[in-house]
């Protein structure tokens, strides 16, 4: 089938947009308001963009309750800096514990019961628990064009420069990042999931280890 | 452990970055240059940005080859247009085939034995085997920052509007898309991947389905 995706003629119930790019990386997003008070968020929208420097952005949608809009794009505006935790496997109940829509200003992170630990860099905590834990600095906001009847739900890009690195000992096997050994949670369209259960390997033809 | 990322003094044998932001869906980019020569790469720095109106966004790093940038990048800010095309878990060696260091002009789609399909909005074609194409009409490119002693690495963020989607009746069930159906192949680490295997439900605590 084909559908015209400004009229979005598909027939379909729901707008199967967001399951026609699965598997999405989820980023656990920490940040501080002004004030010091923390907040957590899981974005889906949320990937690298460069590997010099590391690079990465995640993307929100419009307002959100009573703030003009997402709690995490404000805080990194005015702060300067946000965390991206790793959604583990064994994490995904409280990672979604914490998308409830809260007044600003709640600790998402108490709210799920998470423990914060320090970063080195910048002032919004982590998630002790998770594997993962990039500190970044915000870099810019760039705000995605409006959809005609939609201004609500003008999209933002927020990039930051990732700067600082926690890894969990345990997930280093042989100087590498072993997957499997916290099998990150994916998000895939609707309100489904998937878990990272298997790995495999494929050289690039132009690699010398191809065969 | 932890490691400055400016400095990348993790120790590691291989920079660990693109294990750390995992799994990475796969854009399988099919672009022409002005002369209709076909181009097809994959890209794992590709995801979604917003959903009113549907935008994806896909990063090139630097130069390539016999070119001042990669081929999608150069055709699509060229032409304003491009293809996304999904890697389903059987379309997999044949995306590896894309990725080969090829000559400006030479068609990876052909390289690769895969069928050239008809777009209805834009001129690239897209992949007859891939059960999902978004066709797309350029945005803007965003430049992002230098990093010193690294200015041929710098990487460049290209959004699109997703304009008309194609999808293949038979991943459709009651409604929705099936992810089991295709099971799209994802980006980790090195030289590994991961194929969607398994699926499964979790409703937002303020759903009010969600018990």
Not at chain 1, 199 to 207: L, N
Not at chain 2, 12 to 37: E, M, N
Not at chain 2, 137 to 146: G, I, Q, S
Request: aromatic share 10%.
């Amino acid at each position: 089938m084909f559908y015209d995706a400004t009229k979005r003629d598909h027939g379909m119930q729901v707008d199967p947009f967001t399951a026609l790019i699965v598997p999405r990386p989820i980023g656990w997003i920490s940040t501080i308001d002004g004030k010091g008070r923390v907040n957590l968020a899981p974005y889906s929208f949320y990937n690298a963009v460069s590997g010099s420097p590391p690079m990465v952005y995640f993307s929100t949608t419009g307002t959100y309750g009573n703030t003009p809009t997402k709690h995490s794009r404000m805080n990194v505006e005015e702060t300067g800096e946000f965390v991206v935790n790793m959604v583990s496997a064994e994490l995904g109940q409280e990672m979604n514990v914490t998308t409830t829509m809260v007044e600003y200003g709640i600790d998402e992170m108490k709210l799920a019961g998470l423990e914060p630990a320090p970063c080195r860099f910048v002032k919004p905590p982590r998630v002790a628990r998770s594997p993962i834990a990039l500190e970044c600095k915000y870099w810019k906001t760039v705000e995605m064009p409006v959809e005609e009847g939609r201004e609500k739900q003008q999209a933002a890009v927020v990039f930051g420069r990732v700067v600082g690195v926690h890894i969990d000992d345990a997930i280093i096997k042989s100087g590498r990042i072993d997957t499997l050994a916290f099998k990150p949670l994916a998000r895939l369209g609707y309100s489904e999931y998937t878990t990272t259960e298997n790995v495999w390997k494929m050289s690039r033809p132009d690699d010398s280890r191809y065969q | 452990m932890f490691y400055d990322a400016a400095k990348r003094d993790h120790g590691l044998p291989q920079d660990p970055l693109k294990a750390l932001i995992v799994p990475r869906p796969i854009g399988w980019i099919s672009t022409i240059d002005s002369q209709g020569r076909v181009n097809l790469a994959p890209y794992s720095f590709y995801n979604g940005v917003g959903e009113f109106p549907p935008m994806v966004y896909f990063a090139i790093t630097g130069t390539y080859g016999d070119t001042p940038t990669k081929h999608s990048r150069m055709n699509a800010e060229e032409t304003g247009e491009f293809v996304v095309n999904v890697v389903a878990g059987t379309l997999s060696e044949k995306m590896n085939v894309t990725t080969a260091m090829v000559a400006y002009g030479v068609d990876e789609m052909k390289l690769a034995g895969l069928t050239p399909a008809p777009c209805r909005f834009v001129k690239p074609p897209r992949v007859a085997e891939s059960p999902v194409a978004l066709e797309c009409r350029y945005w803007k490119t965003v430049e992002l920052p230098v990093e010193p002693g690294h200015e041929a690495k710098r990487g460049s963020v290209v959004f699109g509007q997703v304009v008309g989607v194609h999808i293949d009746d038979s991943i459709l069930k009651d409604g929705r898309v099936d992810a089991l159906a295709f099971k799209p192949v994802a980006r980790l680490g090195y030289s590994e991947y991961t194929t969607t295997d398994n699926v499964w439900r979790m409703r937002r605590p303020d759903d009010p389905r969600y018990q």
